[in-house]
């Protein structure tokens, strides 16, 4: 009987760890790391688009990146705005688990509270309005998360607004965060 029931927890473990669940394509993973780490790149539509024709379904390759030491933080904000463009549920509970993880680089907390922001506030208000709300106190990012609340609730952050969008610089390829409400701050 107790051999019974360890063999059973050891088959619950397994199973809650992900090693039965859907295995990456190594290669994939790779081709698609090789377009985030493009320094020089313009503009990420074309690497937004670039990764979906590899990939249908790019967020298991994009949170797996996440994860992977060696991931420089601008591949982390690269990441975070590619996961935000896909606009799914999953995708914004990804980004909130990154956003409230308190080990997480501040820099990178803070592309992922403007990616979450900028692609789900109009999708789903209420979800991003109580998320941001829930961050007010926070050490780190409360002063961004208020930011960003305020500008929720005054309609002034609109996806397709420019002034909000983390365009590339041209001659740097460093992106251009003038526009954007509390970006960066520590």
Not at 59 to 80: C, F, H, M, Q, W
Request: aromatic share 6%.
């Amino acid at each position: 009987m107790k051999k019974k029931s360890t063999s059973l927890a050891i088959l619950i473990l397994f199973l809650s760890s992900g090693i039965f669940g859907q295995a990456l394509d190594l290669k994939l993973k790779d081709k698609i790391r090789e377009i985030v780490s493009e320094t020089g790149h313009p503009e990420r539509d074309n690497q937004y688009e670039r990764i979906l024709s590899l990939a249908s379904n790019p967020l298991p390759y994009l949170t797996s990146l996440l994860r992977d030491d060696g991931v420089r933080n601008y591949e982390r904000k690269a990441i975070l705005d590619f996961i935000g463009r896909l606009q799914t549920d999953d995708a914004a509970t990804a980004l909130e688990k990154i956003v409230a993880d308190d080990t997480v680089h501040s820099s990178v907390r803070n592309s992922g509270l403007i990616s979450y922001t900028r692609n789900f506030s109009e999708k789903n208000r209420y979800r991003v309005t109580n998320f941001l709300g829930g961050l007010r106190n926070n050490s780190i990012i409360g002063k961004n998360s208020t930011d960003l609340l305020n500008k929720v609730n005054n309609g002034e952050f609109k996806k397709n607004d420019p002034n909000y969008k983390v365009n590339q610089s041209k001659g740097s390829g460093k992106p251009d965060l003038t526009n954007i409400p509390g970006a960066f701050r520590k």
